[in-house]
């Protein structure tokens, strides 16, 4: 009696084990042929764009593995049923797994679960998932009162599947807690006690029951197949959900078909491949291999991406992320906070070429770049403005003439005092912009100090070549002169390139009584925006693949 009940907690209780790997075998490809297209692990996530064969596959592996295989595909059915009644357990898995009771293995699957269609069915199992849970509770409850008999030791009932759902669930969202009883299942709000069925529950508060439970179906160390994991659930739990899941099932391989990159990116220890294209019954793949060039998020999206990618200075939140989408739509805009980086990763990115078939640029402010830069930059495939920075860009005169048209000013009036006041404000701060500007430009002399010279001669060379670059004095001159010239020849596109100062913008707004840069950042996403577009494309750098 005892050592049965005994092999009842060795069946229903989570494993300690090590985290099981498995080696996946992907489909060959010209660069990975038979035998080189292996991929031994635990947890494998495979990122994809729309149309880049994720599903076909994710259904590909589920017939190369049989038995061990277990997939959820992305169109599902949520729908909760009211009621479910036990019955044998080993009847109910069946049905799960392979969509009836009848016999007939695993190789009725294709048929039944996925009535002849694999890549396109909506798959609808949520009724089976809770009979199977609870056929599952109810045998190990026979088989624990069962045994329970007539032994003197108490011995506390064994965790069943559906115990384990439950406890996930509620780690998962704290706040909500479930009720299982009588092939019932509701749930409430721990605060003010209300219950309701669940059939009532949210998609996310759905999906993670449903997520949980089919995972726990997975065969001793299976391969569980996931589509989309990332569906229907807030980003703040996708991570914790499926680390408890991951947790609770050591034995198996998690393989995950996703076009999320932040959630390719939140599991940590996966291996990682990107599909690059579908065609005539063929993929492309890669591995996403160890760089410290790219953060992995960013190279998961540039690996990822069938636009030409153009790196970008500042972040997502940043004024230049967005315009620069909205005015090269046709690229895909990768933010890369400073100049430095964006330089680094323009050349870092070219060194990747063997793993892909894109191209890049690059675009940064002026950053009092002399012309001897601006055309090594150019060689090296990156543009610099014509302007300070980006705002200044915004002030230009073909944006501030469709701006006061938008807002009914007269637009060479506004221009004309938008020119007055930015030069005369220019005049009364020479000293100081010529003194910024030639403090930038020996910072830039200065970063190009060779750090790898190696021996007293080496670094005192490296230190002469930046040397002679380096004259205070006569910088300050020459952009001492620049300045008044153009301010003497009311040359407004220079004072612009000069005079790095984000309240400029000001200007604008104070003139056409709206706060300038919401503004417009808020007509580029209207529908009719493209006068506004073609005034900033015609001050902007045209960039060609």
């Not at 994720?54 to 592996?61: A, I, Q, S």
């Not at 294209?277 to 990822?304: A, Q």
Request: charged share 30%; proline share 4%; glycine share 6%.
């Amino acid at each position: 009696m005892a050592e049965q009940l005994d092999k009842i907690y060795e069946q229903s209780a989570t494993t300690a084990e090590a985290k099981h790997a498995t080696k996946i075998t992907l489909p060959p490809t010209t660069q990975f042929p038979e035998g080189k297209n292996v991929i031994e692990c635990g947890e494998l996530v495979i990122v994809g764009a729309n149309g880049s064969g994720k599903t076909r596959l994710g259904v590909w592996l589920e017939n190369s593995l049989g038995e061990v295989a277990h997939r959820v595909s992305a169109q599902k059915s949520l729908e909760f049923p009211a009621v479910v009644r036990p019955m044998e357990f080993a009847l109910a898995e069946r049905i799960l797994r392979v969509g009836d009771e009848h016999e007939g293995g695993i190789g009725r699957r294709t048929n039944v679960r996925w009535q002849s269609r694999p890549e396109t069915s909506l798959l609808n199992d949520y009724d089976r998932l809770l009979q199977y849970l609870f056929s599952d509770d109810y045998d190990q409850s026979v088989k624990y009162r069962q045994t329970m008999t007539g032994l003197k030791d108490y011995k506390k009932p064994p965790t069943t599947k559906l115990d384990t759902v439950k406890q996930i669930w509620e780690s998962v969202l704290p706040y909500r807690e479930l009720i299982l009883s009588g092939g019932k299942v509701e749930a409430r709000h721990r605060a003010d006690k209300t219950s309701y069925h669940a059939m009532n529950m949210s998609d996310g508060e759905r999906v993670i029951f449903y997520m949980i439970g089919e995972a726990l179906s997975v065969p001793h160390r299976g391969v569980f197949i996931v589509d989309e994991p990332e569906l229907h659930l807030h980003r703040a739990i996708q991570a914790r959900l499926w680390d408890a899941i991951e947790r609770e099932r050591p034995d198996c391989t998690f393989v995950y078909l996703t076009h999320d990159l932040d959630f390719a990116a939140s599991r940590k220890t996966a291996a990682k491949v990107w599909l690059q294209d579908y065609t005539n019954g063929k993929w492309e793949w890669n591995p996403v291999p160890e760089t410290g060039d790219f953060s992995e998020e960013m190279l998961l999206e540039i690996l990822g991406s069938r636009k030409p990618i153009l790196f970008v200075e500042g972040d997502r939140g940043s004024i230049d992320y967005f315009v620069y989408g909205n005015v090269y739509p046709e690229w895909t805009i990768i933010p890369s906070e400073s100049c430095e980086n964006v330089i680094h990763a323009t050349a870092s990115f070219m060194n990747l070429s063997s793993l892909h078939r894109n191209t890049c640029r690059g675009i940064l402010d002026f950053d009092a770049r002399t012309s001897r830069d601006t055309e090594r930059l150019k060689d090296e495939r990156i543009e610099v403005l014509t302007f300070a920075e980006l705002e200044n860009a915004l002030m230009a005169e073909p944006v501030l003439r469709v701006m006061a048209k938008r807002f009914g000013f007269n637009p060479e009036q506004v221009v004309t005092e938008v020119r007055k006041r930015v030069l005369d404000l220019l005049a009364k701060n020479l000293e100081r912009v010529a003194s910024r500007l030639t403090a930038t430009e020996l910072e830039t002399a200065f970063q190009q100090f060779d750090a790898k010279a190696i021996g007293s001669s080496a670094l005192n060379e490296a230190f002469r070549k930046v040397s002679e670059r380096v004259d205070p004095a006569a910088t300050f001159t020459k952009w001492s002169v620049e300045i008044k010239k153009a301010i003497d020849t009311d040359d407004y596109d220079a004072a612009l390139k000069y005079y790095n100062n984000k309240g400029l913008t000001s200007i604008g707004g104070d003139i056409l009584k709206t706060p300038f840069i919401p503004s417009l950042l808020r007509l580029l996403q209207t529908k009719d925006s493209d006068d506004l577009l073609n005034a900033l494309r015609s001050v902007l750098p045209a960039i060609s693949q």
